[in-house]
């Protein structure tokens, strides 16, 4: 009887969402914005983590606090513009384009590019193997494979 | 010349790994985040006096008005850490001739009266913080934070974590910086 209720609740039991009701806006679209935009800020707390899952203090004071700026008519920019004056670009998980991250944003690419150059280089420098025209066995070579194919491969 | 070619990746993950290890070494904690606001002036905070404590509250106005190197303590009393870097907080507003400010973050003022009583209170202002909007303000991610601001009112340093053993040493440190 204890065994089913357990499964029973077990069962009921929804992922932990970090939003947690009392959080969520009457306005659908609304809160569905106040949901994209959290879910592109860091956790200062646990870092690796958005704040939309993040069940830090903190995480659920901006989440709040991103909500109240929606209804007050904040604009997303606006919201991650006001996050980014007080906690830096390290709230964003996808860092801004600017000059300080040109590097994160090209290295990839010049990587590959000297790679690819690297790579380019080292095939045109290998000594070509001479191509042989000739797909015909030779004489020789016939006599060999005859021999090869009477001995008893069977073991 | 191909030898050195040979030789070029092994330079590069050396460089790579010396990176890493700098990075890991020497007190450089991966995790701490620089704040945004050093070198910048206090940001706009007013909060009231806690309930029960006879301190005046806290605004920005107040702290660009006090002279000298000033000490702004964000603490809690559910915070552990708080209470074991009390008394060198203390011992610095004493001996140090700091002036020590304190914001109580996300307490009941009956609980953050108790604990100044309990442990005194060398604060000689204090904002009340409850809903952690001041907290947001200067870009904490917790609590104990300390932030040391210069006597024209810039912060120049921000100390995550309790002022005690290392961490006192490197926050000692970070004093004599701003005090030059």
Same mark, same amino acid.
């Given at each position: ?19 947690? &009701? ?5 306005? &659908? ?25 993040? @069940?830090? =203090? ?29 906690? =830096? ?26 790679? =690819? ?34 001995? @008893?491969?069977?073991? | ?8 990746? *092994? ?59 000033? *000490? ?19 011992? *610095? ?6 002036? *020590? ?80």
């Amino acid at each position: 009887m204890i065994r089913a209720a357990a499964l029973a609740l077990a069962l009921l039991a929804s992922p932990a969402w970090a939003v947690e &009701p009392d959080e969520i806006l009457d306005d &659908p679209v609304l809160e569905e914005r106040a949901r994209a935009i959290s879910a592109n800020v860091r956790c200062v707390v646990c870092q690796n983590e958005p704040i939309d899952s993040s @069940d830090a =203090g903190v995480a659920r004071d901006l989440r709040i606090l991103i909500r109240e700026r929606l209804v007050a008519g904040d604009s997303d920019q606006e919201i991650f513009d006001f996050l980014v004056v007080r906690y =830096g670009d390290f709230v964003l998980f996808k860092p801004p384009f600017k000059p300080s991250t040109y590097a994160l944003w090209f290295g990839p690419f010049i990587i590959l590019f000297i790679g =690819g150059a690297a790579v380019a280089v080292s095939l045109a420098r290998r000594p070509r193997a001479p191509v042989k025209n000739d797909l015909q066995l030779s004489a020789e070579e016939e006599a060999d494979l005859a021999k090869l194919m009477k001995e @008893d491969t069977s073991l | 010349m191909k030898r050195l070619l040979f030789a070029l990746p *092994l330079v590069v993950a050396m460089i790579i790994g010396g990176f890493a290890i700098w990075g890991l070494s020497g007190g450089r904690d991966p995790s701490s985040l620089p704040s945004e606001f050093i070198s910048k002036p206090v940001p706009q905070i007013d909060l009231a006096a806690i309930e029960g404590v006879e301190r005046p509250g806290l605004s920005t106005a107040d702290i660009n008005d006090m002279d000298g190197i000033k *000490l702004l303590n964000f603490f809690a009393s559910w915070c552990g850490p708080c209470r074991a870097e009390h008394p060198n907080l203390t011992r *610095l507003g004493q001996e140090e001739g700091v002036t *020590l400010i304190g914001i109580n973050y996300k307490d009941k003022p009956e609980a953050a009266a108790k604990w100044l009583e309990e442990l005194g209170n060398p604060y000689v202002a204090l904002g009340s913080d409850y809903s952690g909007r001041g907290g947001i303000e200067l870009g904490i991610s917790g609590v104990p934070e300390t932030f040391i601001i210069d006597a024209d009112g810039i912060i120049r340093h921000r100390f995550a974590g309790p002022v005690v053993g290392d961490g006192l040493r490197r926050f000692l440190e970070a004093l004599d910086e701003v005090r030059q």
